[in-house]
């Protein structure tokens, strides 16, 4: 059965350090999210591609997060400098359209900044 | 704007007992619903979904839920909890079809089964 993949799932840093994950989505999917899921929460969309372009980045804290996926498969989250508050899952999802279909969670990374 | 109202952050349940974990829905156009599954340090996993169509949904693991638009609910029932049920459980709301298919979600529900 098809997954969506994440790595690393778990992750470890000071902060002030730069951190990335990484997410390979379901083949064939053309819309892929970024959330983030703080401890007893839940998920928060940070960024929505569509192929290669972002459609939504409105709450992507773009002074320290950047998000890519530049042929429109797998996709790379970056925070640089990480702060205390990052600490939290990242969550990567992917569905075929975009458009009210299913969306398949991959396992997240627990990210960690001390 | 959309948003979602889970009641009850943590409900514990006896095993074979009715599971009932409640959302409430707040759209301006009609909504697709969903409710995920989400297991310690794991990704969420779903349930069952409302589109469009016949208001009493079923979805895996036993698990249903009954769209009810006056209400604006969309609450996860089943009807004996196993102890393999303990888990998060996550209603979410998008604007449906023509839309990003954003997903808002609630803050969840922690659900215990005692044996």
């Known amino acids: 059965e098809a997954e969506v993949a994440q790595s690393p799932r778990y992750k470890i840093t000071e902060k002030s350090q730069a951190v990335a994950f990484w997410c390979d989505p379901i083949?064939?999917?053309?819309?892929l999210y970024w959330y983030r899921q703080i401890l007893g929460q839940g998920p928060e969309l940070l960024v929505q591609f569509q192929d290669e372009s972002v459609v939504d980045d409105s709450q992507l804290p773009k002074d320290r997060f950047s998000a890519e996926r530049l042929k429109g498969v797998d996709s790379t989250l970056k925070i640089q400098p990480a702060e205390l508050g990052d600490s939290a899952m990242y969550l990567c999802?992917?569905?075929?359209?975009?458009?009210?279909?299913?969306?398949?969670f991959g396992p997240g990374t627990r990210l960690t900044v001390l | 704007a959309q948003s979602v109202t889970q009641l009850g952050s943590h409900v514990s349940v006896s095993e074979g007992a009715l599971v009932l974990l409640r959302c409430n829905y707040s759209s301006s156009v009609p909504p697709y619903l969903f409710w995920y599954v989400q297991y310690p340090n794991q990704g969420l996993q779903l349930l069952l979904k409302?589109?469009?169509?016949?208001?009493l949904v079923k979805g895996i693991n036993g698990f249903e839920a009954e769209f009810k638009k006056s209400e604006t609910s969309f609450h996860l029932t089943k009807p004996s909890a196993h102890m393999s049920d303990a888990a998060e459980y996550f209603c979410a709301v998008s604007d449906g079809v023509g839309s990003q298919g954003n997903l808002i979600f609630g803050k969840g529900t922690k659900l215990s089964v005692k044996p």
């Open positions: 409302y589109t469009t169509g016949a208001t």
């Open positions: 083949s064939g999917h053309a819309t």
């Open positions: 999802a992917s569905s075929q359209t975009g458009s009210g279909d299913e969306q398949f």
